[in-house]
């Protein structure tokens, strides 16, 4: 979608709702952080001159928001806190949380693809980000202790569709410079990406730990703090059973690759 809308984009036409220059830039600003910098001739100040055109352009975008402006500031949520930046970070996550209200991402509009408002296309994105800002919003409130942006109750956008997956078979591979063509990276097989399934575990994780925030912030005696501690850990180590094989990590086995994004769902399973 990002790809076709940017090719509408650059053709002259206007109105689109899934690309934007603000997150062509924001996408830059991460890519710079990672890039090697000697290999693409980059600066060490690129990542900050992308990150400021996408705050400039973001100025202009704010008076018509749209779908990509929601991207675009999760992944500048992103950036400022790899800059540690986490104030600016905090607040451009809450920018996304009320556009995506705003834009009505949190709801079921599955009816508007019956009556051709809407394309399956075009719902299945506005779903993809609606989660991802849920999971973004989760992990900021938890990481500064403050409030969540979204109510569970007010949402009636279906759950990732974990059966996707397989109906995709997306494969992903590591990152390799395209200059150094003696990388072996780039002859190993990739790994089968269950990204739908991983966010979907992801938004579970998410509402128990909302739970778990919201509880410890009362006054409880030490026997309900203990029973509550009990049912929680039974609830954690119940996902975490029930967590499809492809999402699984095993500890005892050295030689297994993982994808970033599993280990990094696991890292945010409570100790």
């Known amino acids: 979608m990002y790809y076709s809308e940017q090719e509408k984009y650059n053709n002259g036409e206007d109105g689109t709702s899934f690309y ?3 997150l062509k830039n924001a996408i830059c600003a991460i890519g710079a952080n990672l890039t090697p910098k000697s290999r693409q001739g980059l600066l060490e100040s690129d990542p900050e001159l992308f990150s400021s055109r996408a705050k400039t352009l973001l100025e202009i975008e704010m008076d018509s928001p749209s779908v990509a402006t929601v991207q675009a500031l ?11 930046r986490d104030a ?22 599955s009816r508007h693809v019956q009556d051709g408002q809407l394309t399956s296309h075009e719902l299945d994105v506005r779903r993809t980000t609606f989660w991802g800002v ?5 992990m900021w409130s938890l990481y500064v202790g403050r409030p969540w942006g979204i109510n569970i109750r007010d949402i009636s956008i279906s759950r990732p569709p974990t059966g996707l997956d397989r109906v995709r078979n997306k494969i992903w591979k590591p990152y390799y410079d395209e ?18 399934a991983c966010a979907d575990s992801n938004v579970s994780l998410c509402a128990m730990m ?21 049912d929680m850990r039974r609830e954690f180590a119940q996902w975490h059973e029930s967590l499809p094989e ?24 409570p100790p």
């Not at 999760?74 to 540690?84: G, K, L, N, Y």
């Not at 970070?89 to 509009?109: E, K, N, P, T």
């Not at 200059?179 to 739908?196: F, I, Q, R, T, W």
């Not at 919201?214 to 006054?219: A, C, E, H, P, Q």
């Open 134 to 138: 849920f999971i973004h919003d989760n």
């Open 88 to 109: 600016r970070g905090w607040i451009y996550s809450g920018m996304a949380v009320r556009i995506s209200a705003d834009l009505g991402l949190h709801l079921d509009l």
């Open 179 to 196: 200059m150094d063509a003696a990388d072996s990276e780039n002859e190993k097989p990739g790994l089968y990406d269950p990204v739908e």
């Open 246 to 269: 492809e999402l699984a990590v095993d500890l005892l086995n050295d030689e297994k690759m993982y994808l970033p994004h599993v280990l990094q769902l696991h890292l945010n399973l």
């Open 210 to 230: 909302r739970r778990l925030s919201r509880i410890l912030g009362r006054d409880l005696s030490d026997a309900e703090l203990r029973d509550f501690a009990s």
């Open 20 to 22: 934007s220059e603000t």
């Open 74 to 84: 999760v992944i500048m949520s992103a950036s400022e806190a790899a800059f540690t």
